[in-house]
């Protein structure tokens, strides 16, 4: 029972990697500017780490501003893609400020330095606690 | 018979476009706005792609030498893209113990002209604008555009048309939660005899709070925007410089609420002689998220 088990995990962890690595040229090209972050940008530490609070404030303002592109789940939508995926959770808090601060404008993601910056700090915080809670387990089939 | 059938006929055309502009709407999803607070100065921020936001609003403007006048217009402003914006106004104004009349349209696009964020943003915007002498919503006041100048019975100003390029440079800083915007403005009237006329837009906002609570709520702090701005002309081609030009001063509030409108309010003071002794603007919009999908759709656009 307990071989059955271990090879049913495998096979759910297996299926959660080949649906994370199964990306649209367009898709890694999107993923791909998280790779183009400053250097002094990626370093930023986010100052409400770990905070529920904060955490809860950045699911609020989620809701109100990028649920319409990321979807209600964070799973992507046709017009922004998953901040669920591996290429996301690790990446730095700092990297995820920056994209957010600057958009990524030629793909159509506006520019929220219109929020101010602790709104923005608030954002990234959710975005990491709803990554960890994930971190444990592999990304569901179809949710990416 | 045939003017009565076609009078009834263009009714009959107007309630249809306004039910199926109100169905459109209505089958968009709302999403809470942060909207600056100026009504006459511009930042850097565009309309989220797709996205459509419908806006109202009203000026009353006092007269020397005149009637009083309750001047309003509507907005209608799409994200085309993340970098482009583009916009509808559709004017028109009451001169009290005079008339209540349509005052003429304006088309307007804003470029956003680089991909980050700098310290200072610029955007390009482009606006054409087709209206009558009798236009009195005073969204940018330009050249020597004076007080006495709105003074005449709507009879008499609207026999005057106006066709005009309006060209600005939309600078705009954002650091520390305070947003300060500087707005160059430049207008021609395709009119090959008229010169060109210079004017200017400048703001300052802050939000009352820069984090956000985690309970929903329509009176926290970080909802409001306060600041002020300041617009006036700046003379043209022939005579440039502040002699015959108008100024004014006004504090600023934007409010976002959590249902999705913003409403803003603004009390603008004449600085000088030649300026209206009192402004007063205020401004209710909605924004539609997906309104751009639900048109493509419509239209048998990729679902």
């Known amino acids: ?144 | 018979m045939g003017l009565r059938k076609s009078g009834y006929s263009q009714r009959l055309a107007c309630i249809s476009t306004f039910c199926i502009v109100g169905f459109v709407l209505s089958a968009c999803a709302s999403l809470t706005a942060q909207e600056s607070p100026y009504i006459v100065t511009y930042d850097h921020y565009l309309e989220e792609p797709g996205n459509l936001e419908v806006e109202y609003f009203s000026t009353f403007g006092t007269q020397r030498g005149g009637n009083d006048f309750h001047a309003f217009w509507l907005e209608f402003e799409y994200g085309t893209t993340a970098w482009w914006t583009t916009e509808l106004y559709l004017d028109g104004q009451t001169t009290f113990s005079d008339s209540t009349i349509f005052t003429g349209f304006r088309v307007e696009n804003r470029l956003r002209l680089l991909n980050r964020e700098h310290f200072v943003n610029p955007v390009l915007y482009v606006e054409y604008e087709q209206t009558s002498g009798a236009d009195k919503i005073l969204k940018e006041v330009e050249g020597h555009d004076v007080e006495s100048d709105f003074a005449e019975p709507n009879g008499v100003l609207r026999q005057e048309h106006d066709h005009e390029l309006e060209l600005k440079l939309l600078l705009s800083s954002t650091f520390k939660g305070w947003n300060v915007a500087l707005n160059p403005i430049f207008t021609k009237n395709l009119s090959p005899s008229e010169p060109w006329e210079f004017a200017y837009a400048l703001g300052a906002s802050r939000p009352l709070a820069l984090k956000a609570s985690p309970d929903r709520c329509n009176f926290c702090r970080e909802n409001f925007i306060a600041g002020v701005e300041m617009y006036g002309g700046l003379g043209d081609t022939q005579v440039l410089g502040l002699a015959d030009t108008s100024h004014y001063l006004a504090p600023v509030v934007a409010w976002n609420l959590p249902s999705d409108w913003t409403v803003r309010l603004s009390t603008g003071f004449g600085l000088n002689d030649n300026s209206h002794r009192l402004l007063l603007r205020w401004g209710l919009s909605h924004e539609f998220s997906g309104f751009g999908e639900l048109v493509r759709n419509l239209f048998g656009g990729r679902p």
């Open chain 1, 1 to 144: 029972m307990k071989v059955l088990a271990v090879l049913f995990a495998a096979c759910a962890i297996s299926l959660g990697l080949a649906q994370e690595e199964s990306l649209s040229p367009k898709q890694r090209a999107m993923y791909a500017i998280l790779d183009e972050v400053p250097v002094s940008a990626r370093a930023r530490t986010n100052p409400y780490q770990g905070s529920a609070r904060e955490a809860a404030a950045g699911g609020k303002l989620y809701e109100q501003h990028c649920v319409e592109c990321h979807g209600a789940k964070a799973a992507g939508t046709r017009y922004g893609p998953s901040l669920l995926r591996k290429e996301v959770r690790q990446t730095p808090p700092g990297s995820l400020f920056w994209i957010l601060t600057n958009g990524v404008v030629r793909r159509g993601m506006p520019v929220w330095s219109k929020l101010p910056e602790p709104q923005r700090w608030q954002i990234v915080t959710f975005l990491q606690q709803i990554n960890e809670g994930r971190q444990m387990q592999p990304t569901p089939p179809g949710q990416d």
